[in-house]
């Protein structure tokens, strides 16, 4: 890999806002000059093909289609930091339906396993809404999982979708040849917990803390295998926009002036540079 080249692998399930985050990411580089990091005008041409029509989309007001299940598209961005350090950040925009695959089939497609061994970071976007909280003997009284069990014994088995986290990193760790057991010899891994808006949390909540509460064994997990996991909230467009109905007050402002991050001690940033140039820190 190159020196100036931070590929971060960006790793989520369908509806968790991976293209999203991506166009507004590619807003601030472009637009806002107080963020940690911005576009190197000086640098190679950067490829926004990829991210146009979401682009298009959150300027007039509008969320952007669900991209197509059989795309997979890199962008690669010329970045400088606010210390004038240079890199190249290789974005991919895919699907979440091949992450899908890549559990259910166990199989991993040959431009994942490039790009899952040429990562220098797994960025895993999490939407904890979307998950469906499962009863333990941690969390219920014995008894009341015997009466749910009978009520639900024809029922299909489902394996819990932290546990499928766990696979998923498991699956990625193996087929990047990665050895755990040795320091500074697996990608940096960063937490995104999506659409933060939604849910709907007091100030200056800690997202780790958060991850702990509602996905604890996959918290537990990233925790003993990574030494310095990042865990940080992501509100890419900081409010719900329709997929039709415009949204006066976005278009008029700019998508550019939407979307926040909670870091990971609980402070809230306009920032959506943060977690990246987080990423840039652990791998210099």
């Known amino acids: 890999m190159n020196d100036l080249t931070h590929s971060v ?42 991210f146009q029509a979401t682009l298009n989309k959150l300027n007039t007001g509008v969320s952007a289609a669900h991209t197509t299940s059989t795309t997979y598209i890199e962008s690669i961005w010329p970045i400088i930091d606010d210390t004038g350090k240079k890199s190249q950040l290789v974005w ?6 091949q992450v899908s695959s890549i559990l259910s089939k166990r199989l991993i497609p ?10 220098s970071s797994w960025m895993l976007l999490i939407r904890l809404n979307k998950n469906h909280e499962q009863a333990d003997i941690l969390s219920k009284p014995i008894a009341d999982i015997r009466q749910q069990k009978e009520q639900t014994k024809d029922a299909k088995f489902e394996i819990s979708h932290q546990a499928q986290l766990v696979e998923l990193l498991q699956i990625m760790l193996f087929a990047g040849e990665a050895k755990v057991d040795e320091a500074g010899c697996i ?5 995104a917990l999506s ?11 800690v997202p780790a803390d958060l991850l702990a509460q509602r ?4 918290y537990q997990y990233i925790t003993s295998t990574w030494s310095a996991p990042l865990i940080f909230g992501v509100s890419a467009l900081g409010k719900p926009l329709d997929k039709k109905r415009e949204d006066k007050e976005y278009s008029a402002r700019g998508p550019e002036c939407f979307g926040y991050v909670i870091t990971p001690d609980g402070s809230y940033s306009t920032d959506l540079t943060l977690p990246i140039q987080a990423l840039l820190t652990q791998c210099c």
């Not at 991919?92 to 339906?97: Q, S, T």
């Not at 040959?110 to 040429?118: S, Y």
């Not at 939604?198 to 200056?204: A, F, H, T, V, Y």
């Open 92 to 97: 991919p925009d895919y699907a979440g339906e």
């Open 110 to 119: 040959p431009n994942w396993a490039k790009n899952i061994q040429d990562a």
């Open 187 to 191: 990608p940096k891994l960063l937490i």
């Open 195 to 205: 659409c933060w808006d939604e849910l709907k949390q007091e100030q200056n909540t």
């Open 215 to 218: 996905l604890p064994m996959f």
């Open 9 to 50: 692998l960006l790793i989520g399930e369908s509806d968790v806002g991976k293209t999203h985050y991506g166009a507004q990411l590619l807003n601030r580089l472009i637009k806002i000059e107080d963020c940690k990091l911005t576009l190197d005008i000086d640098g190679p041409p950067a490829n926004f093909e990829p």
